[in-house]
């Protein structure tokens, strides 16, 4: 079983960075797929950047260009890069691990862009 804690959100100025990092307990080296989820209020949690084994990696088209997903497994973490931080970009954002056809989510750090 894999435990997953995020961590680096918060308040940021449109325009502004951030970076994410999902602290994963136990062995990434097993996952298919690791990746970062959001969900704003009142809206569905969605996709937002996935790395798989090897370097494949997707992006959903409204953060292309500007979120940079990566992985470092000898520290076992997950990190999601935001830069150029638009207002929409405003969520709870998920860490989650694929392995052995299991899902693991983190508990979510919050994002606010706002001036």
């Known amino acids: 079983q894999l435990l997953l804690a995020e961590s680096g959100g918060g308040l940021v100025q449109p325009g502004g960075s951030l970076r994410l990092s999902c602290a994963v307990s136990g062995s990434m080296a097993s996952s298919s797929a690791m990746g970062w989820y959001r969900q704003a209020p009142g809206k569905q949690r969605e996709m937002v950047a996935v790395?798989?084994?090897?370097?494949?990696?997707t992006y959903a088209d409204s953060v292309k260009g500007r979120f940079t997903i990566s992985r470092d497994y000898a520290k076992n973490t997950v990190d999601l890069q935001m830069d150029s931080l638009k207002f929409e970009d405003t969520a709870v954002y998920f860490c989650?691990?694929?392995?052995?056809?299991?899902?693991?989510w983190g508990q979510g750090t919050q994002v606010t862009v706002s001036s």
């Open positions: 790395i798989r084994r090897g370097v494949s990696t």
């Open positions: 989650n691990v694929a392995s052995f056809g299991y899902n693991y």
